[in-house]
């Protein structure tokens, strides 16, 4: 079990104990998640689960959000709640866009029912239990979430429903939330409809200024897919498919390399993948976590969730707060109320498989537009480079977006003169940082291993 936070691994360690398989145990992780780090998960986001096993082919589960079925043409956006804030990352910022018309239809719940149901052995109240218990009894907010507080603050302070569930949430305090604990609860012991044709839905719809109808709800349901192929060597790589294009975007990376796996090959692959993309993409981090389980029965799980960077608004009195997918300008590439109804949002969030041999892998990471590249670095030194998990993780990366090339530190100064010499325009990082993602993943088979990444200070546990 491998994710970006102790509390999230350990619920997946805890189901496993009694018995449950690798969907019950990241089905855990990921309502876990909800409590250790709100911010990057909500129940009021999206995500992707890629799945396979002996009793299982391979498929991916795609619970992102829809468009609104509300005509976009319609919309006044004098008369709607939407507005800019800034997110401060230091050396860089970045204008968000939040209020209730940020919002899409939440489809994390969704998710989770169809998980339960196609692949759970579990009951879903016992896999929801560790983190009913965490939200009751509350978590300590560790330096990592406590710096995502502190990028997001104009949205956690953008109204006093927001100030109120989000206060006291600093380094070292004890976070409860009891709010979530009851709506976890709930959502536990029902189905579906209890969600999208229940009371939640009901109040969502009718708030003012909101984009969502009962109609988003009623048609909301989660999408299973055929994921993307690619075979490298004695390697099978799986991936989300279109019409995300993360995944596609990996796979377009690793076929331009051909026979050349070297620094400069990758860096060449990486253009490669930013002449494809059709519109620049965000360059900051997203609000996304990751992770990834593997049993001992031979399933591999590999979940990636966001809410964006959340939307400003409390949902109820159910402790999470909505995404602002709709004002996220990477996900809206023809501009913001430019939407075909009805449509699935595209995300660059790709949870991925590598199937060999001795060895397979469930792997992915958050990262916004980063994670294309930042995970085929990864697959590329797995498969290619024959490095062991860890190292694959903990190996230097760079990232290059419109004509700008990232570096971290930890290149050699041979390699670093070379990239350097053919991208004038670029940045070298004096400090490893979670701009560069966050990989989270597991290996079965012959040798088995749980990586988290120490740029996220996540948290990885093997064992029985």
């Known amino acids: 079990m491998a994710s970006g936070h102790e509390k999230t691994t350990a619920a997946a360690h805890q189901i496993l ?7 019950d145990a990241v089905l855990a992780a990921m309502m876990m998640s ?8 909500s129940p009021g986001g999206g995500g992707f689960l890629i799945a396979s096993g002996p009793q299982q082919s391979p498929k991916v589960l795609d619970f992102f959000s829809d468009t609104p079925e509300r005509s976009a043409a319609s919309i006044d956006i004098d008369d709607v709640d939407f507005y800019p804030i800034m997110g401060d990352f230091g050396p860089r910022q970045q204008e968000f866009h939040i209020g209730r018309a940020a919002a899409a239809v939440p489809a994390v719940p969704a998710g989770i029912f169809s998980i339960h149901e196609s692949l759970c052995s579990l009951p879903l109240a016992d ?6 218990d965490a939200a009751n009894t509350g978590i300590t907010v560790n330096h990592q979430q406590a710096y995502v507080a502190m990028i997001l603050k104009p949205i956690i302070e953008s109204n006093d429903t927001c100030k109120g569930l989000f206060k006291g949430f600093n380094a070292g305090s004890v976070w409860k939330n009891p709010q979530l604990a009851s709506f976890l609860d709930s ?7 209890w969600f999208y044709q229940g009371k939640i839905a009901a109040e969502l719809s009718a708030n003012q200024g909101s984009l ?3 109609v988003d709800f009623d048609s909301y349901q989660c999408q299973i897919r055929n994921p993307l192929e690619l075979t490298v060597g004695s390697y099978q790589i799986l991936t989300n498919p279109q019409p995300s294009s993360g995944g596609y975007l990996i796979i377009e990376q690793l076929r331009r390399l051909k026979n050349r796996h070297d620094e400069l090959a990758v860096l060449e692959a990486m253009q490669h993948a930013d002449d494809l993309k059709r519109n620049p993409l965000a360059e900051v981090s997203r609000g996304t976590t990751h992770m990834s389980v593997a049993d001992g029965e031979g399933n591999l799980a590999s979940l990636t969730l966001s809410n964006g960077e959340g939307n400003g608004q409390i949902v109820g009195d159910c402790g999470f707060m909505l995404n602002n997918f709709l004002g996220e300008e990477d996900i809206n590439t023809h501009g913001f109320f430019a939407w075909q109804e009805k449509q699935r949002m595209r995300s660059m969030m790709s949870p991925t498989l590598v199937l060999g041999p001795n060895a397979q892998f469930a792997l992915g990471t958050g990262g916004s537009n980063r994670i294309k590249t930042t995970l085929f670095q990864v697959i590329n030194h797995l498969v290619n480079g024959k490095k062991h998990l860890k190292h694959a993780i903990e190996a230097p990366r760079m990232h290059y977006e419109n004509s700008h090339l990232d570096l971290e530190p930890g290149f050699s100064a041979q390699i670093m003169e070379q990239l350097i010499k053919t991208n004038p ?9 979670l701009y560069f993602g966050g990989v989270n993943a597991v290996q079965s088979g012959t040798t088995t291993s749980a990586i988290s990444d120490f740029r996220r200070n996540g948290c990885g546990i093997t064992g029985r």
């Open 187 to 193: 959502l536990s012991k029902s189905d579906h409809a």
């Open 17 to 23: 104990q009694q018995g449950g398989n690798a969907f």
């Open 34 to 41: 909800f409590v250790a780090e709100p911010l990057l998960s």
């Open 212 to 214: 969502l109808s009962q």
């Open 425 to 433: 325009i670029h940045s070298q990082w004096h400090n490893h940082n």
């Open 127 to 132: 896999i929801a239990q560790p983190a009913i």
